[in-house]
């Protein structure tokens, strides 16, 4: 099967596990005539989406009284941000992917970009970025974690990235606040700029219900803003306010589909 089987390999590997109560990675390379490095990572994917639980050589089913409710949908408006944040990456670009749910939407459409290399002091982007086929050159910050923002903070990760230059950083935001710039809830500031500084374009992604938000922590000022991809409900004044600032402003429209 080629890449855009993946889908379809992993729908028929559900239904393989249905019917014979387990799989092994062995037989699924066989059988789909592919490597087992590629089965590993579709075993892995269905992990992730609760379907199947991975155990040494292959997979079982979920057991019944695991199964919980769906995780709540993405919304569409952070959907397009995503999309409009990855057509910004350039092929064999280097960047940083901040932690987040915003910045995390971006990972299942970074598969079209060729010769990545990906910085990211989060174990879900990571996660994800390992799903993708190519997969990118990864690099992680390390440091110390932190469970609030669920992602590495500290002096070790800011060496870690002083060490190294980039394309760009897209990176979320709890908050917009239009007089000083982006805000957070995490007190933790100090990896957020260093990322800001080791990127030459500094991509802010949030959605536009963000803005007014009365959060105390400033996280960049809009001085270390080049871009700001946000939705089209943000207001028009709004938008003239941030433009004014000098920041490049995109607001993306969901999809009719």
Same mark, same amino acid.
């Given at each position: 099967?080629?890449?855009?089987?993946?889908?379809?390999?992993?729908?028929?590997?559900?239904?393989?596990?249905?019917?014979?109560?387990?799989?092994?990675?062995?037989?699924?390379?066989?059988?789909?005539?592919?490597?087992?490095?590629?089965?590993?990572?579709?075993?892995?994917?269905?992990?992730?989406?609760?379907?199947?639980?991975?155990?040494?050589?292959?997979?079982?089913?979920?057991?019944?009284?695991?199964?919980?409710?769906?995780?709540?949908?993405?919304?569409?408006?952070?959907?397009?941000?995503?999309?409009?944040?990855?057509?910004?990456?350039?092929?064999?670009?280097?960047?940083?992917?901040?932690?987040?749910?915003?910045?995390?939407?971006?990972?299942?459409?970074?598969?079209?970009?060729?010769?990545?290399?990906?910085?990211?002091?989060?174990?879900?982007?990571?996660?994800?970025?390992?799903?993708?086929?190519?997969?990118?050159?990864?690099?992680?910050?390390?440091?110390?974690? &932190?469970?609030?923002?669920?992602?590495?903070?500290?002096?070790?990760?800011?060496?870690?990235?002083?060490?190294?230059?980039?394309?760009?950083?897209?990176?979320?935001?709890?908050?917009? &606040?239009?007089?000083?710039?982006?805000?957070?809830?995490?007190?933790?500031?100090?990896?957020?700029?260093?990322?800001?500084?080791?990127?030459?374009?500094?991509?802010?992604?949030? =959605?536009? &219900?963000?803005?007014?938000?009365?959060?105390?922590?400033?996280?960049?000022?809009?001085?270390?803003?080049?871009?700001?991809?946000?939705?089209?409900?943000?207001?028009?004044?709004?938008? =003239?306010?941030?433009?004014?600032?000098?920041?490049?402003?995109?607001?993306?429209?969901?999809?009719?589909?």
């Amino acid at each position: 099967m080629t890449k855009r089987d993946t889908p379809q390999r992993r729908h028929a590997i559900i239904a393989l596990l249905n019917k014979q109560g387990e799989v092994t990675v062995e037989a699924l390379a066989r059988h789909f005539q592919t490597s087992e490095v590629t089965i590993r990572k579709d075993l892995g994917a269905l992990e992730i989406s609760g379907l199947l639980l991975r155990r040494y050589g292959g997979a079982v089913p979920v057991p019944q009284e695991m199964i919980a409710e769906p995780a709540q949908k993405v919304s569409v408006h952070k959907q397009a941000i995503a999309k409009a944040a990855v057509g910004l990456i350039k092929e064999h670009a280097r960047i940083i992917i901040d932690s987040g749910s915003t910045t995390a939407t971006m990972i299942p459409h970074l598969g079209r970009q060729p010769g990545l290399v990906v910085m990211t002091n989060s174990l879900q982007v990571v996660t994800a970025l390992r799903e993708l086929e190519p997969e990118p050159v990864l690099l992680m910050t390390g440091g110390t974690w &932190d469970p609030h923002s669920e992602s590495f903070q500290g002096q070790v990760a800011e060496q870690v990235l002083r060490s190294y230059d980039f394309d760009q950083l897209f990176i979320g935001a709890d908050g917009l &606040d239009l007089e000083r710039g982006t805000t957070t809830f995490n007190e933790l500031l100090g990896l957020s700029r260093v990322m800001a500084e080791a990127a030459r374009e500094v991509i802010v992604l949030a =959605e536009a &219900d963000k803005v007014g938000r009365r959060i105390p922590n400033l996280e960049l000022p809009w001085s270390s803003v080049h871009t700001l991809i946000t939705d089209d409900r943000l207001p028009p004044a709004a938008r =003239e306010h941030i433009q004014a600032r000098g920041v490049r402003l995109i607001c993306a429209t969901p999809s009719q589909e």
